[in-house]
């Protein structure tokens, strides 16, 4: 027995897969909306425990899915660095740009604990709040994601700063992905002790890079921050959700990483017949409708849930999920039926 | 004997590949910029021929690239078709969205060549106003890609119309694919006719798709594509360029298309010691530099491209190209060292 996402990603047998959805308190959500308001900055709304604890709930009450993940974002790790992090409406965050090498040495000093109180104290709280079967996740970005925002300034469709600095001088960038993998490993760990059960790494930029920046800046620092993790909490299970990268990278991933990670998201593009046949025998995978696909007709929605299951579903080590966040448009009755067709999903297997 | 890149195309042994860069004519040439300002609005500089052969010829003249591509846009397609189509400084194209299923009927009617005339005739002044040895490149948009624009009125994060519109109804979605498959061939067949020796085919957004919407918009439409443009000039070879998609999707699309396209761009992401040794013995492969790689010191760029130049130019089949279009800043130095390293490669195989 026990919660039935830890089980999985045990990759013990289970009579069916949990489920949770990437961006699930989000703006689909009316009570999100009303909460939101209330909050008034989205950064606020991170940082007070009361209102970040109700928003997690709410898709919980909801719709019953096995795991809630805090509330949060990944910039609040860059922010508690003691770089300038903003929100503005209809646009993606802003930060004041991180000036290079000198500003890595500045950043080192930063103690993240006391800006980061409240999001410990967010999980303090729904530890006691969540009903007893579902779990709690903790998660941050990947010190290269987090890194391409603290060198852009914000979103970015070529990532040049970034990849400038990667290219001209990889092991001057290397610092700043040490910093990263330092201070991620830090503010997980203390999420852990905040009754954090499973940690995500998302690394939603990490399939902007050529192979040779791959295996730089997103393999090694997620594995090098997976194992000061691990040496912590070896019974805290991780997953990776490396957004974009090839399936041979993946494969590499898993098989450099063995014992160091636990689950590996799969984002829309990778075809799970094959992660079912090659990656679920070694690793739990969790994934990967396309968000948009929850637009479709109710119906379709349910034959495409429906298609996962059947994919990954009867063998251990599968973890229902989109392959990307939620979108704000995406009507709830569809969100219901998926939820309903997971939770009478039978794994025949076994 | 014969031109370079046709030669290459036919993966006959050559002294050294040929190069040519996407976006080779733009903002990072100053003499670009001053013809852009004489045309004042972008369509305007797609449809003046003499404009537009100016700023074609001017990397030729600067850098001696072994092929000249039509400087032009993939949505003056779209605009051929009666959609509204412009450009707002410092944004992305915008479209008046093509409002589904009734419209698409409506386009049907369009005659697109008197409207791109003036892209016709830029070709055909092009012809003779190239160096002997220069290849000139035509192109347009994947219907997958033309199909996105027209849907989302401009560029778009999640695609949520055009894919709302596949999984809901992806036989009616396949009525849109098939108008612009149609109406591509026509354009193609077209530049073709008008002095265009190779044209190719970018699907910049192939890689959004899931398993099922990359067989069903991108791969199908390519094929379909290049089927009825090799039925009309068997001998104009074609290149592919769908961007961000998976190894086993290019195994897949090589296997399926052989005889249909002749060479396949590859983006930055793409692992050429993988390329060269499992796509450049059936297809001829293009790509595939970090134009971002383009930033480093002027002795790393050098060192980059031999590296490229190493995996992949000692055995016929490869074109020297970036992995996506040049960015506006890219200093000119580093370019003609690009092109002075490409120029004096001796593939040493034969």
């Not at 689909?28 to 909050?39: F, S």
């Amino acid at each position: 027995m026990g919660k039935l996402l830890l089980r999985a990603l045990k990759r013990e047998a289970v009579a069916r897969p949990p489920m949770w959805l990437m961006r699930q308190a989000g703006r689909y959500l009316p009570e999100y909306l009303e909460t939101r308001k209330q909050a008034g900055d989205f950064l606020n709304l991170c940082y007070t425990p009361a209102l970040a604890t109700e928003v997690t709930l709410q898709p919980i009450r909801r719709f019953g899915f096995d795991a809630a993940i805090l509330f949060s974002d990944i910039l609040v790790l860059p922010h508690a660095l003691g770089m300038k992090v903003w929100f503005e409406a209809g646009e993606g965050p802003k930060l004041g740009a991180l000036d290079k090498p000198a500003a890595v040495t500045m950043l080192e000093k930063a103690d993240i604990h006391s800006h980061l109180a409240p999001v410990y104290e967010t999980l303090d709280r729904l530890k006691t709040a969540l009903p007893a079967e579902t779990t709690l996740i903790g998660f941050c970005g990947a010190p290269w994601t987090v890194a391409t925002y603290m060198l852009e300034g914000g979103g970015s469709k070529d990532f040049k700063t970034a990849k400038t600095w990667l290219y001209a001088d990889p092991k001057g960038f290397d610092a700043l992905l040490d910093l990263l993998v330092q201070k991620s490993a830090d503010y997980l760990d203390a999420q852990i002790r905040a009754g954090a059960e499973v940690v995500q790494i998302f690394d939603s930029w990490a399939g902007a890079l050529s192979p040779f920046g791959f295996e730089r800046a997103v393999l090694e620092p997620l594995l090098a921050l997976c194992r000061k993790i691990k040496a912590k909490h070896p019974d805290a299970p991780i997953i990776l959700f490396p957004r974009g990268v090839h399936p041979h990278q993946l494969e590499h991933l898993v098989e450099k990483g063995t014992g160091l990670f636990d689950g590996l998201g799969l984002d829309t593009t990778q075809d799970m017949a094959w992660a079912n046949r090659i990656l679920q025998p070694q690793i739990a995978i969790q994934g990967n409708l396309d968000p948009i696909a929850l637009y479709a007709p109710i119906d379709k929605v349910e034959k495409k849930v429906r298609h996962l299951l059947d994919t990954c579903g009867h063998e251990p080590g599968y973890i229902f999920n989109l392959g990307h966040g939620i979108t704000p448009q995406t009507p709830i009755a569809n969100v219901e039926r998926l939820a309903e067709t997971v939770r009478s999903f039978k794994a025949g297997a076994y």
